[in-house]
């Protein structure tokens, strides 16, 4: 398996366009996870699936974010409209439900909105 | 609530010497805890994971780190670093019964030659 595959890698925007993040979960997986790391607040939960339905999205900045998992294997985050604050590096992560299963990392998208 | 605490950000350290990252956790229910390794423009790997059992956990690479219910603490340490640790490391719990899954803010280890 090729591991957790986000896309794209980076990503600049303007100021109120629409962004949408991907990922692909590793087969198997049925748990997914999107964070979001900036210097000032670190990692954040954004939002975690568990087979596909949204189980706590408390970490969701606001209403401008959303994330879907339209299949077992793949999931979206949309910024709509994005804004200059939104810049960070976002991760997904899969793992098998069960807590004594390790959690592993995509490589990340760098959003950078101007 | 649960949060995680790593009060050094940053953490400095000649290479050879022993090191301990501090991680401490609140929540009012039993939880499982993770540390992680972040290195530069990479995803976090997992270095270690404390489920149950024995307090003492450890990695491949020399890193350990002790569950200590009462302190509610969970440090990582390494007797004798190498300039290849030079990483960002991450504390994660996992509360029983939920399938979230939390992380510190991070500590960013620096190995000097």
Same mark, same amino acid.
């Given at each position: 398996?090729?591991?957790?595959?986000?896309?794209?890698?980076?990503?600049?925007?303007? =100021?109120?366009?629409?962004?949408t993040?991907?990922?692909?979960?590793i087969?198997?997986?049925?748990?997914?996870?999107?964070?979001?790391q900036?210097? =000032?607040?670190?990692?954040?939960?954004?939002?975690?699936?568990?087979?596909n339905?949204?189980i706590?999205?408390?970490? =969701?900045?606001?209403?401008?974010?959303?994330?879907?998992?339209?299949? /077992?294997?793949?999931?979206?985050?949309?910024?709509?409209?994005?804004?200059?604050?939104?810049?960070?590096?976002?991760?997904? /992560?899969?793992?098998?439900?069960?807590?004594?299963?390790?959690?592993?990392?995509?490589?990340?998208?760098?959003l950078?909105?101007? | 609530?649960q949060? $995680?605490?790593?009060?050094?950000?940053? $953490?400095?350290?000649?290479e050879?010497?022993? #090191?301990e990252?501090?991680?401490?956790?609140? @929540?009012?229910?039993?939880?499982?805890?993770?540390?992680? #390794?972040?290195y530069?423009?990479?995803?976090l790997?997992?270095?270690?994971?404390?489920l @149950?059992?024995?307090?003492l $956990?450890?990695?491949?690479?020399?890193?350990?780190a002790?569950?200590?219910? @009462?302190?509610?603490?969970?440090?990582?340490?390494?007797?004798? +670093?190498?300039? &290849?640790?030079?990483?960002?490391?991450?504390?994660? +719990? &996992?509360?029983?019964?939920?399938?979230?899954?939390?992380?510190?803010?991070?500590?960013?280890?620096? #190995?000097?030659?």
């Open positions: 398996d090729a591991g957790v595959i986000q896309s794209p890698r980076h990503e600049v925007t303007e =100021m109120g366009q629409e962004v993040l991907r990922c692909k979960l087969s198997g997986h049925n748990s997914l996870f999107w964070y979001r900036t210097m =000032m607040r670190g990692l954040e939960l954004l939002i975690y699936f568990n087979n339905v949204p706590d999205d408390s970490g =969701m900045p606001e209403d401008r974010f959303s994330a879907k998992m339209p299949n /077992a294997s793949f999931s979206t985050l949309k910024i709509q409209p994005s804004e200059p604050r939104d810049s960070a590096v976002y991760f997904c /992560a899969s793992r098998e439900q069960g807590l004594n299963t390790e959690a592993f990392f995509g490589q990340g998208t760098r950078t909105v101007v | 609530a949060s $995680v605490t790593q009060l050094d950000s940053q $953490v400095p350290v000649f050879e010497a022993p #090191v990252l501090r991680c401490n956790y609140s @929540s009012s229910v039993s939880v499982y805890l993770f540390w992680y #390794v972040q530069p423009n990479q995803g790997q997992l270095l270690l994971k404390y @149950s059992g024995s307090t $956990v450890k990695s491949i690479n020399g890193f350990e002790e569950f200590n219910k @009462s302190q509610t603490s969970f440090h990582l340490r390494k007797p004798s +670093v190498h300039i &290849s640790d030079t990483a960002e490391y991450f504390c994660a +719990v &996992s509360d029983l019964g939920a399938n979230n899954l939390f992380f510190g803010t991070g500590t960013r280890l620096t #190995v000097i030659p």
